[in-house]
């Protein structure tokens, strides 16, 4: 049995709802064939994008979603997707897979996408072959005021009067690699240069936070260098980025018990990474300007295993360690929302780490989805210190993470051993559980069980009975919410208000 303490009196701060973004990059199939099918499709659509996925994302309540790229980006031309007549080009994925752009999807339909799904959307603009001025001249398109300039009334021309509320503008992807092969001193250069350019429009219209390229995994000179060219303060910045990705692990279906651990060990390991990144910054008084944005991040499988047998470029089946390590991922974000700003998975179908996997008219959820749609509970919540007794060893290791708000306890657990289940004793400390509690499970037949178009519902969560939430049963590789109400609320007159509904 594991004991897991959770301490209600220490508020590790608010879980912003941005922990649990997600990623549409114009790669394989992510967004032709997979979010977008095309207003003039056979397959149900809402203006060309997908039915079935719009209706689920809207269950999951998605934050915040990055486009146009990824490595994408740092070749997409804004202007392309705009207006009636769209060139088609090779974009960045071209040489790998031999698919041209067609940018049927620009500004416009993805900012419709995100009103879909009641999205923010997070732009990540071109700085390694653009210049400052056709950044900016994208911000002015997309935020001026109505009928303020003449690129805003190119916009109403399009077809959108109002600007665009965008939040996030992200400074360049992995500048390190596909982005540029910069230095980290020469993109730092950079970076000032775009930021100064970029927010002095956004500055002065009051919207827009901008976030800085930062390391690959645990490129901690990077990070070294990054902020030592920030700290003067010159530059605006509000986030800093970094990618993780868990690979090396074997096949994405046919894996060994060893192999589960290892992708589960170098899961986990994402921890020590972003606390390193978030000292360094902290240690040059920048933590304020500088938490992290882990803007993708998720399994990555040899290629072939996903519907498509290898059409849709880096397309993977996902199964319950995939899941569990889902779960893994949001309950570390959750216990250090104070040092983490927003987190998007890569991606949202048909590549990497999918919520969801499509071919024609098919579509289904995966195992991953399923752990973004019990772990919403979260987003906004305050989230609570926990604490794990005898959780050093890989092979029987529980990932947990706790919130509350309204009065409700929110707590997940993901059981990361496939072989053993395990009996956990929650201790709740400085607060008395209330009457009313709910319990639901994700979990397969198998660790590699996994959902397909012939049955989807393979791995979908399931109410449990729970006599008490002090004690839990979790199988193998599975993965646990419980929500539960910490006793009664009192009114001003002292008297007991009888609990709401969970």
């Avoid at 400052?132 to 994208?138: A, I, K, S």
């Avoid at 009051?206 to 260098?225: P, S």
């Avoid at 029987?396 to 509350?404: I, K």
Wanted: aromatic letters at 10%; hydrophobic letters at 40%.
């Amino acid at each position: 049995m594991k004991t897991v303490y959770l301490v209600y009196p220490e508020k590790l701060g608010t879980i912003a709802p941005e922990l649990y973004g997600h990623f549409a990059e114009h790669i394989g199939g992510v967004m032709r064939d997979g979010l977008w099918v095309g207003k003039d499709s056979k397959i149900p659509n809402i203006r060309g994008f997908r039915r079935a996925i719009v209706e689920k994302l809207r269950r999951i309540a998605p934050p915040v979603i990055r486009w146009p790229g990824g490595c994408f980006a740092e070749t997409y031309r804004w202007r392309d997707g705009i207006g009636e007549n769209r060139p088609t080009r090779a974009g960045w994925w071209t040489s790998y897979d031999g698919r041209v752009e067609t940018n049927e999807v620009g500004t416009h339909e993805f900012m419709d996408f995100c009103g879909m799904v009641g999205a923010k959307p997070y732009f990540a603009v071109n700085v390694t072959s653009v210049s400052p001025m056709e950044v900016r001249d994208w911000v002015e398109y997309c935020t001026a005021p109505r009928g303020s300039t003449t690129l805003a009334l190119e916009r109403e021309k399009n077809g959108s009067p109002e600007p665009f509320d965008i939040p996030y503008w992200g400074i360049g992807n992995e500048n390190w690699g596909g982005g540029g092969n910069m230095t980290p001193e020469f993109y730092t250069s950079e970076y000032r240069r775009f930021a100064t350019v970029v927010e002095n429009l956004l500055g002065k219209q009051g919207r827009g936070e901008l976030i800085c390229g930062g390391a690959n995994g645990a490129d901690y000179a990077w990070t070294e260098a990054l902020t030592a060219g920030l700290q003067d303060g010159h530059a605006p910045v509000d986030g800093m980025s970094f990618h993780y990705y868990c690979g090396k692990g074997g096949d994405a279906v046919n894996f060994t018990r060893e192999e589960w651990y290892a992708l589960i060990e170098k899961a986990a390991r994402m921890e020590d990474v972003l606390c390193r990144h978030y000292a360094i910054a902290r240690g040059r008084g920048m933590e304020a300007r500088m938490r992290l944005v882990i803007d993708e991040w998720g399994c990555w499988h040899p290629d072939g295993s996903g519907p498509s047998a290898g059409k849709n470029l880096y397309e993977q089946q996902s199964t319950m360690r995939d899941a569990v390590i889902a779960a893994l991922t949001l309950n570390l974000f959750n216990n250090h929302c104070d040092k983490v700003k927003m987190a998007n998975v890569a991606q949202l179908c048909n590549n990497l780490h999918s919520l969801f996997l499509t071919e024609g008219a098919h579509c289904v959820a995966t195992p991953n989805f399923y752990v973004f749609e019990m772990y919403r509970h979260h987003q906004g919540a305050e989230a609570i210190r926990t604490v794990v007794e005898d959780n050093d060893d890989p092979a029987a290791r529980l990932s947990v993470s706790a919130s509350v708000r309204d009065g409700v306890l929110t707590l997940t657990l993901a059981n990361c051993s496939c072989e053993e289940a395990v009996t956990v004793a929650p201790v709740l400390l400085g607060a008395e559980w209330g009457g009313e509690a709910e319990a639901y499970l994700l979990s397969g037949a198998r660790m590699n069980a996994h959902n397909t178009f012939e049955c989807p519902e393979n791995v979908v969560p399931h109410a449990v009975a729970m006599e008490d939430p002090r004690r839990l049963v979790i199988p193998p590789a599975a993965v646990m919410l419980v929500r539960a109400r910490l006793g009664a609320a009192r009114s001003t007159d002292g008297e007991t208000v009888p609990p709401k509904a969970l």
